[in-house]
């Protein structure tokens, strides 16, 4: 992860802001999230920030291209629990001829920081992605990527 690279807020208009509220058959034994769902939470917030833009994954399969995962890091910095509700801002760091690489900040407000500081983070992630063709082969973006919205 590099330092620095955090969104707070509305920066830029291409941050993308998904709220999500924390289920409690999402926490684990603990009583807060379980690590493996912030995984669930950054996906649900990339699609909406792809369908937000223009792009609709149902689209690009039927145009016989998919996107995936090759590289995901999480940094976790403080416990969401039952009720919360989470805010994910995804806002793309670099691209290439047949990706990128997005961050993506999970934040939440603390008990008494309303009037305060602002929110707090929760996690934080790098994704870097791939557009791949029907066989499942590194593609070119398609034109459709061409948005202000997706660039960094």
């Known amino acids: 992860m ?48 792809l ?6 994954l149902t689209d690009l399969r039927q145009a016989g291209y998919g996107l995936v995962v090759a590289k995901i890091s999480i940094e976790y910095r403080r416990p969401a629990v039952p009720d919360d509700v989470v805010i ?25 920081r309303e009037d305060g500081d602002g929110p707090a983070t929760v996690a934080e992630a790098e994704v870097t992605w791939v557009c791949v063709d029907s066989r499942g082969r590194p593609a070119r973006l398609p034109e459709v990527f061409d948005r202000e919205g997706l660039q960094p």
């Open 2 to 49: 590099r330092r620095g690279l955090v969104v707070r807020g509305p920066t830029s208009d291409k941050v993308h802001t998904c709220s999500i509220r924390v289920r409690s058959y999402e926490c684990d034994a603990y009583g807060h999230v379980n690590n493996a769902t912030y995984l669930h939470y950054l996906e649900l917030a990339r699609h909406e920030y």
């Open 51 to 56: 369908r937000d833009n223009g792009v609709l």
């Open 88 to 112: 994910v801002e995804t806002v793309a760091l670099r691209r290439t001829r047949v990706g990128g690489v997005l961050r993506q900040v999970v934040t939440k407000t603390l008990p008494g």
